[in-house]
């Protein structure tokens, strides 16, 4: 999140380089921060895994995934040579010490050629069972100098005891500033602008509280299935999955006070506080808190698709959910009994995320019943995807002689705002580990923060395994449950079908109604 800074030269070592990560985001991010200038001059990419590929069948690899994912489409020749030339391939063992010490002779090697102590970045896109072995060995090559970084994708952890375990064990090797702990949500232009929209204007700032907010919702919709992630999948779920860190994160930005200032450590300070707030749910009252389903056959855009149990690497009969819904508190000043409902599914009619933020109603009855016909509270909306922006409804007088309300929308679009293509999160996350900014990275401390707020739920689920799976449709906004959840506080949950823009113009009409 610092501006204007360039890294130092860096050699960024991505282990489990043959992986989908690597081809569709890693390697994507760094080609375009390579465009826009923010590489150094001086760097290295190595992608370690298993096979006997060449440097330049390795480039080939990743080219192809760059052309299909790429913001920028294609990659343009003469760059793509410039930027290639810096990507080598190193077969290896990850489980042999050998490899962690020829590594180590490679990087000082480079680090010669340069004539100056590189940072050294290691990317552990692996799966879980694997990170241990590659943080032992990390430290067997004395690969853990002041220089070092390592970049830990999530899960991480699968538990609270787990993700205390695994954190007692990169403190073994690494100091706390030298671990990022990435959740790509967190590099998204629109989370990012969360802390803007409330700590940059004076406007929003003063009723940002429990005196004037009614309730929050948060949503992150997925119209797809599990696809090719079942193996893992179906021993994570939903709550593991997304709202572990995700929707947490998320609901920390709304709800954390105003830090004094962006240092990572401060901002994150904020957060943990957050986490440590909310009030815990004991177990005999999970139910009352927490709703999970999964989602059966169903329709998504006019095609049939199967359900959970029938998706590939699934065990039948799977207790997994692919839903899952929360209603929290968090006992403090500011948010004392304002309800945070956030909820998160497989195969929900559209892929969408937001916050959805109700203002209390007026304090008075000033207008006649027949004014208040169309009435509705205002509204806050912050769209972080398909369409970015933020929108408030409020009420105006409609035109004509007798006194009517009439809700209208004031409206922040980005994409007819800033005629610049945003970066993708890796953009941001890959540059502010380079730079050594933790701002958006989960610090120790905030990971078992989040791993605390859900372990009640996971015991509850895991104590008392679901009989009535599949309990949603797929193309359906998840179980009934869900709604009741919501409901015995007097709300609905909001459609999130806030925007319907046409593809070739700028212009977007936002809505703002009650789910049917």
């Given at each position: 999140?610092?501006?204007?800074?360039?890294?130092?030269?860096?050699?960024?070592?991505?282990?489990?380089?043959g992986?989908?990560l690597a081809?569709?985001?890693?390697?994507p991010?760094?080609?375009?921060?390579f465009?826009?200038?923010?590489?150094?001059?001086k760097?290295?990419?190595?992608?370690?895994?298993?096979?006997?590929?060449?440097?330049?069948?390795?480039?080939?690899h990743?080219?192809?995934?760059l052309?299909?994912?790429?913001?920028?489409?294609?990659?343009?020749?003469?760059a793509?040579?410039?930027?290639?030339?810096?990507?080598?391939?190193?077969?290896?063992e990850?489980?042999?010490?050998?490899?962690y010490?020829?590594?180590?002779?490679?990087?000082?090697?480079?680090?010669?050629?340069?004539?100056?102590?590189p940072?050294?970045?290691?990317?552990?896109?692996?799966?879980?069972?694997?990170?241990?072995d590659?943080?032992?060995?990390?430290?067997?090559?004395?690969l853990?100098g002041?220089?070092?970084?390592?970049?830990?994708?999530?899960?991480?952890?699968?538990?609270?005891?787990?993700?205390?375990?695994l954190n007692?064990?990169?403190?073994?090797?690494?100091?706390?500033?030298?671990?990022?702990?990435?959740?790509?949500?967190?590099?998204?232009?629109?989370v990012?602008n969360i802390?803007?929209?409330?700590?940059?204007?004076?406007?929003?700032?003063?009723?940002?509280?429990?005196r004037?907010?009614?309730?929050v919702?948060?949503?992150?919709?997925?119209?797809?299935?599990?696809?090719?992630?079942?193996?893992?999948?179906?021993?994570?779920?939903?709550?593991?999955?997304m709202i572990q860190?995700?929707l947490?994160?998320?609901?920390?930005?709304?709800?954390?006070?105003?830090?004094v200032?962006?240092?990572?450590?401060?901002?994150?300070?904020?957060?943990?506080?957050?986490?440590?707030?909310?009030?815990?749910?004991?177990?005999?009252?999970?139910?009352?808190?927490a709703?999970?389903?999964q989602?059966?056959t169903?329709?998504i855009?006019?095609?049939?698709?199967?359900?959970?149990?029938?998706?590939?690497?699934?065990?039948k009969?799977?207790?997994?959910?692919?839903?899952?819904?929360?209603?929290?508190?968090i006992?403090?000043?500011?948010?004392?009994d304002?309800?945070?409902?956030?909820r998160?599914?497989?195969?929900?009619?559209?892929?969408i995320?937001?916050?959805?933020?109700q203002?209390?109603?007026?304090?008075?009855?000033?207008?006649?019943?027949?004014?208040?016909?169309?009435?509705?509270?205002?509204?806050?909306?912050?769209?972080?995807?398909?369409?970015?922006?933020?929108?408030?409804?409020?009420?105006?007088?409609?035109?004509?002689?007798?006194?009517?309300?009439?809700?209208?929308?004031?409206?922040f679009?980005?994409?007819?705002?800033f005629?610049?293509?945003?970066?993708?999160?890796y953009?941001?996350?890959?540059?502010?580990?380079?730079?050594?900014?933790?701002?958006?990275?989960?610090?120790a401390?905030?990971?078992?923060?989040?791993?605390?707020v859900?372990?009640?739920?996971?015991?509850?689920?895991?104590?008392?395994?679901?009989?009535?799976?599949?309990?949603?449709?797929?193309?359906?906004w998840?179980?009934?449950?869900?709604?009741?959840?919501?409901?015995?506080?007097?709300?609905?949950?909001?459609?999130?079908?806030?925007?319907?823009?046409?593809?070739?113009?700028?212009?977007?009409?936002?809505?703002?109604?009650?789910?049917?």
């Amino acid at each position: 999140m610092k501006s204007g800074l360039r890294p130092d030269p860096t050699i960024f070592v991505i282990f489990g380089a043959g992986g989908d990560l690597a081809w569709r985001k890693l390697v994507p991010a760094l080609y375009n921060l390579f465009l826009d200038g923010w590489l150094p001059a001086k760097y290295q990419i190595l992608g370690v895994g298993h096979g006997d590929m060449s440097d330049a069948g390795y480039r080939a690899h990743l080219k192809k995934g760059l052309d299909k994912v790429s913001r920028r489409g294609k990659a343009q020749k003469e760059a793509w040579n410039d930027f290639a030339s810096r990507i080598s391939f190193v077969s290896a063992e990850l489980g042999e010490i050998k490899t962690y010490k020829d590594l180590a002779k490679k990087l000082s090697a480079l680090g010669n050629e340069w004539d100056i102590l590189p940072n050294q970045i290691f990317y552990l896109a692996l799966p879980p069972s694997l990170v241990g072995d590659v943080i032992k060995g990390l430290a067997a090559g004395g690969l853990n100098g002041d220089r070092c970084r390592i970049v830990v994708e999530k899960p991480f952890g699968n538990d609270l005891e787990s993700a205390r375990a695994l954190n007692r064990r990169l403190g073994e090797v690494f100091n706390e500033n030298q671990i990022f702990r990435i959740d790509h949500y967190l590099g998204k232009e629109t989370v990012q602008n969360i802390l803007a929209f409330r700590f940059g204007n004076a406007l929003f700032e003063p009723v940002w509280n429990r005196r004037y907010i009614d309730h929050v919702q948060i949503t992150v919709a997925e119209d797809v299935g599990v696809e090719h992630r079942g193996h893992y999948y179906d021993k994570a779920g939903a709550l593991r999955d997304m709202i572990q860190n995700h929707l947490l994160q998320i609901f920390c930005l709304i709800a954390m006070e105003a830090p004094v200032s962006l240092n990572d450590n401060e901002v994150r300070n904020k957060k943990v506080d957050v986490l440590r707030a909310i009030r815990p749910i004991l177990p005999e009252r999970v139910h009352e808190h927490a709703v999970s389903g999964q989602y059966g056959t169903g329709w998504i855009e006019g095609k049939h698709v199967k359900g959970y149990r029938s998706e590939p690497r699934v065990a039948k009969g799977s207790a997994t959910e692919t839903f899952a819904a929360l209603r929290l508190f968090i006992d403090n000043w500011r948010w004392q009994d304002v309800p945070f409902y956030m909820r998160t599914g497989k195969r929900l009619p559209a892929k969408i995320s937001e916050v959805s933020i109700q203002f209390r109603n007026v304090p008075h009855q000033t207008f006649p019943p027949a004014a208040l016909r169309d009435w509705h509270p205002n509204r806050l909306i912050i769209a972080i995807q398909p369409e970015e922006g933020i929108f408030l409804r409020f009420q105006s007088k409609y035109p004509g002689p007798a006194m009517r309300l009439s809700p209208v929308m004031m409206q922040f679009y980005y994409r007819e705002t800033f005629d610049v293509s945003p970066p993708d999160a890796y953009e941001t996350l890959l540059l502010d580990v380079m730079i050594g900014d933790a701002t958006l990275f989960m610090r120790a401390d905030q990971a078992e923060a989040a791993w605390s707020v859900i372990t009640p739920i996971l015991d509850a689920w895991n104590a008392s395994k679901p009989t009535d799976f599949p309990n949603y449709q797929a193309g359906t906004w998840g179980p009934e449950e869900a709604q009741t959840l919501i409901a015995q506080d007097g709300y609905n949950w909001m459609s999130p079908t806030y925007l319907q823009c046409q593809d070739d113009t700028a212009t977007c009409k936002v809505s703002m109604e009650p789910m049917s």
